[in-house]
């Protein structure tokens, strides 16, 4: 018979057998090829309808504000690079051309940027100004993030999350006492999410890098941009029990990459 906590771990083992293994995204000159697996009720359009609803609040609130910028340099810069980067998408995923893209940016001190399902763009001024980053620094951030979205990331974590719900749930409804459901969350959590999330990152620096270069932006930017963010960062946690990898472990795959894309930078130019 099973033991309590092995139990949920089992009940946690189903749940996610509901997934599905897709492919998001072509592999690239980068080779990023992980299979990803998510939940078949929780289709692709479902997460970019309710991140757009989302997203669209975040810019009404900033609007109110008077913190969203319309015609600024920086508004001018970001569209510019934005507009060279999403036309690279195909290159991993040709149905993403035909995403309701969306760029803004927000005045604000934040060190933040994103790109949210279905390619609703965000940037904050403060990113730039306070790191002074070139145009060559702002595509990596924005391939990076771009990536994410590409690869649904967001969607493959919910997926999980609703997985360890499903499981927490059915354990409940056993009787399952709640420090075996306790543990069976925390090995989920750090067996699964953190090390994933670190992967994500990961992939998504390679793709970025990737889709900068073949935007023409020199692909060596993504090497400074992410030494300026260290910097900027002070003390950070340990890698282990974070969901970004050190910069040094970034810096070093980072550097390990850029030889097979730079072929694609030097053809744009």
């Known amino acids: ?9 089992f009940l946690a083992a189903s749940a996610l057998a509901g ?5 998001t995204t072509s592999g690239g000159a980068v080779g990023v090829d992980r299979k990803q697996y998510m939940f078949s009720m929780l289709s692709t359009e479902q997460v970019n309808q309710m991140y757009a ?34 036309a690279e998408v195909p290159a991993f995923r040709p149905d993403a051309a035909q995403w309701d893209w969306e760029v803004n940016v927000i005045d604000s001190p934040e060190l933040n940027a994103n790109c949210g ?12 100004e306070r790191l002074n980053l070139t145009d060559d620094e702002i595509a990596a951030v924005m391939g990076h993030e771009i990536a994410h979205a590409l690869r649904e990331h967001g969607r493959e974590a919910m997926s999980k999350a609703y997985g360890v719900q ?46 900068a270069a073949r935007a023409g932006y020199n692909p060596n930017a993504a090497v400074s941009l992410w030494k300026k963010m260290a910097a900027a960062g002070g003390s950070a946690p340990p890698e282990f029990l974070s969901t970004h990898p050190s910069s040094g472990s970034r810096t070093e795959a980072l550097q390990e990459n850029i030889p097979k894309v730079m072929p694609l930078y030097q053809q744009r130019r």
């Open 53 to 86: 609803q989302s997203y669209q609040q975040t810019l009404s609130e900033a609007s109110q504000k008077g913190m969203l910028e319309k015609s600024s340099p920086i508004t001018k810069r970001v569209n510019t690079i934005a507009q060279r980067l999403i």
């Open 19 to 23: 997934c599905q293994a897709v492919d």
């Open 117 to 128: 399902p279905g390619g609703k763009i965000i940037f904050y001024t403060g990113l730039i």
């Open 1 to 9: 018979m099973l033991k309590p906590h092995s139990l949920v771990l």
């Open 166 to 211: 499903m499981a927490t749930q059915i354990g409940s409804a056993f009787g399952v006492g709640t420090g075996s459901l306790q543990l069976a969350n925390m090995g989920v959590e750090y067996l699964m999410t953190l090390p994933n999330s670190r992967s994500n990152e990961n992939e998504a620096d390679l793709i970025g890098l990737e889709l």
